[in-house]
């Protein structure tokens, strides 16, 4: 009998361990979440319950696509380039950029990235991404990785050139704050 006790009471232990330390790798943000993170990471600077996020510093809607930008965001948009004819337009998400901001900003949760992701995606004549050069410098190579792969996968309006679809590059900058 005393054997019986013992094992149920090692079963019944070990049971309680498993279930604590399962609750403990819950992820954030996942729907079966039943606690809390008290600190972000062990890698936090500071140990801060500050969320780390990202800057928009642009007045280009992230919201509209550029065929509903008034003329004040058209101008601002097109003050990115250093010359467009009367009948020129330069390529732009098809979406407007908010799908790609709303990917960037999982994806900087999970890497807990900071710096400043500074890309110009070259857009054939026929709208698709054909390559992304980088100019930022993010402190995680995977968050630049992962944020040029989703401006390769994005579909966009293709640049105009004299009334004419054309190839153009588009400027992505987004600032990650930490």
């Given at each position: 009998m005393k054997t019986y006790k013992i094992g149920l009471l090692l079963s019944v232990s070990a049971c309680a361990l498993t279930t604590a330390h399962a609750q403990?790798?819950?992820?954030?943000?996942?729907?079966?979440?039943?606690?809390?993170?008290?600190?972000?990471?062990?890698?936090?600077d500071t140990g801060s319950l500050l969320k780390k996020g990202l800057t928009w510093d642009s007045k280009i809607p992230?919201?509209?696509?550029f065929a509903e930008f008034?003329?004040?965001?058209k101008a601002e948009f097109l003050a990115l380039y250093e010359s467009m004819g009367p009948d020129d337009e330069p390529p732009f998400p098809i979406?407007?950029?908010?799908?790609?901001?709303?990917?960037?900003?999982?994806?900087q949760y999970k890497y807990k990235a900071r710096g400043e992701l500074n890309f110009a995606v070259s857009v054939g004549p026929d709208g698709k991404a054909t390559k992304v050069e980088d100019y930022g410098s993010s402190n995680r190579p995977e968050m630049t990785e992962f944020a040029s792969s989703v401006l390769l996968m994005t579909k966009?309006?293709?640049?105009?050139?004299?009334?004419?679809?054309?190839a153009m590059q588009f400027p992505f900058r987004l600032r990650l704050t930490g």
């Open positions: 403990s790798m819950v992820t954030p943000g996942s729907s079966n979440n039943t606690t809390q993170q008290i600190l972000h990471e062990s890698t936090s992230l919201s509209k696509t008034s003329p004040k965001e979406e407007g950029i908010k799908p790609i901001f709303n990917a960037v900003k999982k994806a966009f309006k293709p640049a105009v050139c004299g009334g004419k679809p054309c």
